[in-house]
């Protein structure tokens, strides 16, 4: 919590700049609770910030609970002592995964591709796993058709078919069997995927989709600027 000397500035995680940044408190609300019966209380920061560095406006909620006690060393002294932790939350939520750096070129390859993996870096930010793993599967089919492969079929012939023409190595293949299984598995199974296999399954897409899309446009572009090649002058033959 902000002290009486700096009520007006502290650090918060700004959704564009990252964690740890300066940000002005342009509004603050707080909220308190006591039971003496029970011997808790607790205390919610409601504060909109502005971020110092992009001025990006943001809000965030920052909680303290007397019963969430933890421990740490002391800085000076080395012994172990007890504090109560602030909890922070943010809106809009921290980005929980990067957006690759070839991100908007997958714009001039197809609008809607584009459009879905936005969908699911929001859901990855939102902690939405279940939907995550729904739209990877989704932004998938949108790419086989893409590459020519009819959307009746499923998704294990879909990943067949893509081999068998060539689009993608035998070991993708099977990276990709995976990727849509666990799709299936979150749309119709009730798996919930934790947060390191959700970063698996967005590994595998970006990669497939890096590759076939945004390396392939730019290897097109190579070759269109390398000059060609010149024809070699025979031995023997008169130089005028």
């Not at 933890?70 to 109560?84: A, F, I």
């Not at 099977?174 to 799709?183: N, Q, S």
């Not at 390396?215 to 130089?239: M, Q, T």
């Amino acid at each position: 919590m902000a002290t009486t000397a700096d009520a007006h500035k502290m650090k918060g995680h700004c959704p564009k700049c990252g964690p740890d940044r300066n940000a002005d408190v342009v509004g603050h609300h707080v909220a308190k609770f006591e039971d003496d019966i029970a011997g808790i209380w607790g205390q919610t920061d409601y504060r909109i910030l502005v971020c110092r560095g992009c001025d990006t406006t943001y809000f965030q909620i920052g909680e303290v609970f007397s019963e969430d006690i933890d421990h740490r060393e002391h800085p000076v002294t080395g012994e172990m002592e007890s504090y109560l932790p602030s909890r922070f939350s943010y809106w809009p939520s921290p980005s929980k995964r990067e957006r690759p750096k070839w991100f908007d070129e997958l714009y001039l390859s197809d609008e809607l591709l584009n459009q879905l993996l936005t969908d699911i870096y929001g859901a990855l930010d939102a902690d939405l796993r279940v939907p995550a793993a729904i739209a990877i599967r989704t932004a998938f089919d949108r790419a086989s058709r893409l590459l020519g492969i009819d959307a009746i079929e499923t998704f294990q012939n879909k990943v067949k078919a893509l081999k068998e023409a060539g689009k993608i190595s035998a070991d993708e293949s099977l990276a990709l069997d995976a990727l849509t299984d666990a799709g299936n598995a979150a749309a119709h199974r009730g798996w919930r995927p934790k947060p390191k296999e959700l970063d698996t399954m967005m590994s595998l897409l970006e990669a497939f989709i890096h590759r076939t899309f945004v390396l392939g446009r730019a290897a097109n572009d190579l070759r269109l600027l390398v000059p060609a090649k010149e024809n070699k002058k025979r031995k023997g033959s008169n130089i005028s």
